[in-house]
């Protein structure tokens, strides 16, 4: 790949800054008149104040990210993309005796801003965060069965993964094999179906592993579980697989409800052990009778913010939802809290919920038992990139 084949773009100072902190975002306010010239998705050499190259990125038009970095230094080697997508899939394969849901290209962490590859079996699922983004997403379609012959895709749907703000639909295209609305995936034992075409994060939540392997550990004979926000249900079928007898889950939407009940035939599980209740988590919680207690509870909202200003009244949801729920945890129980709201930090967050059982408990009876690290196909994103790592998930316990 030769620098030449891309528009040059001169960074102001602030830009400069951020791409030198390795950051990989420029916002559309920090750009200059210059833009107006380039075509959505144009590839560019982002060259700094004193005219030296400094990282090469991609043009979205129309998205609050006007430029997305995928490479920071002055030279980009040929055969830049499948070298990269090579080295970046082989570091997934040993997941793969593991589980056959794998995420293979985790978007800026990879390399490969704002695309993400899901692996489901043989069927791998590109997702791609913005419309100037589709070439590279199409483009990493094209190279993933030559650059990772070792994960044996057969089959790859690209799609967009989200409607909102200036995001214009593209329809979903299959670029190799044939894809299916449903494929089914196994994981601990279990058995899910996976919506690729329609679901939520490419149909299943892979950066939820690790809670659910921790829950696979559990040993939840007679015990009674309230899984909040359970989407398709897996807690809820590990739950029952590692001994409960009942589980209460609530999820909104109409068709996660639907595949939760297609995994709970698909793995033959008594369906009098589960209560699904379709409804907003945040309005069932506070109709639910002060009697009814349970052993483990599951919290896992959707995301609360998606601005700084927002991130005061999404702290005092986390601890208005943690009060209503806690409230209904018997004695000596755990509970697991996800939060998946990027600009939540670690602290604030942890005050919210500690203010909760607090309220629920007294002083000095709650310990976090353990920090579920983020699982090896996400990974961490680097130092000056703090909004990559968004997924916090903490096992808690009120024994005091």
């Known amino acids: 790949m030769r620098t030449e084949h891309f528009r040059r773009y001169q960074l102001n100072k602030q830009t400069s800054a951020t791409v030198a902190k390795r950051h990989p975002w420029i916002y559309s306010g920090q750009m200059s008149t210059a833009v107006e010239t380039f075509q959505d998705s144009e590839m560019l050499r982002l060259v700094d104040t004193d005219n030296k190259t400094v990282g090469f990125g991609i043009y979205c038009k129309d998205d609050r990210i006007a430029i997305r970095v995928f490479h920071f230094g002055e030279q980009i080697r040929n055969r830049f993309f499948f070298k990269r997508l090579r080295e970046v899939v082989e570091k ?36 791609y965060y913005a419309t100037g983004l589709y070439p590279l997403a199409r483009m990493v379609s094209m190279l993933l069965p030559h650059a990772a012959e070792m994960a044996q895709i057969s089959n790859i749907l690209v799609r967009p993964a989200t409607k909102t ?55 939840l004979s007679g015990m009674r579980v309230l899984n909040l926000f359970a989407y398709t249900g897996a807690f809820s079928l590990i739950a029952v697989k590692q001994g409960a007898k009942e589980v209460y889950s609530v999820e909104q939407s109409q068709l996660a409800c639907k595949t939760f009940m297609r995994n709970i035939a698909l793995n033959g599980q008594d369906l009098e052990k589960h209560k699904l209740i379709q409804a907003d988590v945040f309005d069932w919680i506070e109709t639910l009778p002060a009697q009814e207690k349970f052993d483990l509870i599951l919290i896992d909202p959707p995301s609360l913010a998606t601005k700084d200003s927002q991130i005061p009244t999404a702290l005092n949801k986390m601890e208005s939802l943690h009060l209503s729920a806690l409230k209904h945890l018997n004695a000596d129980s755990q509970w697991i809290s996800c939060s998946c709201t990027r600009r939540l930090e670690r602290e604030p967050l ?23 690290p983020v ?19 903490f096992v808690f316990t009120n024994a005091g």
């Open 92 to 127: 997934r394969l040993e997941l793969m005796p593991q589980t056959d849901a794998i995420r293979l290209v985790n978007g800026e962490i990879d390399g490969f801003p704002g695309v993400t590859v899901d692996r489901y079996g043989s069927t791998a699922v590109v997702l």
């Open 165 to 219: 703000g200036q995001f214009i639909e593209i329809p979903p295209r299959i670029t190799r094999g044939s894809v299916e609305k449903e494929l089914i995936i196994e994981e601990f034992g279990l058995k899910y179906s996976v919506d690729v075409r329609g679901g939520q994060k490419g149909g299943f939540f892979l950066d939820l592993r690790g809670a659910r392997r921790y829950l696979s550990g559990l040993n």
């Open 350 to 372: 942890l005050q919210s919920i500690g203010k909760a059982s607090k309220t629920c408990f007294g002083k000095g009876r709650t310990k976090i038992v353990e920090e579920i």
């Open 375 to 393: 699982e090896p196909d996400h990974g961490l994103a680097p130092k000056g990139f703090t909004e990559g790592n968004y997924l916090q998930v």
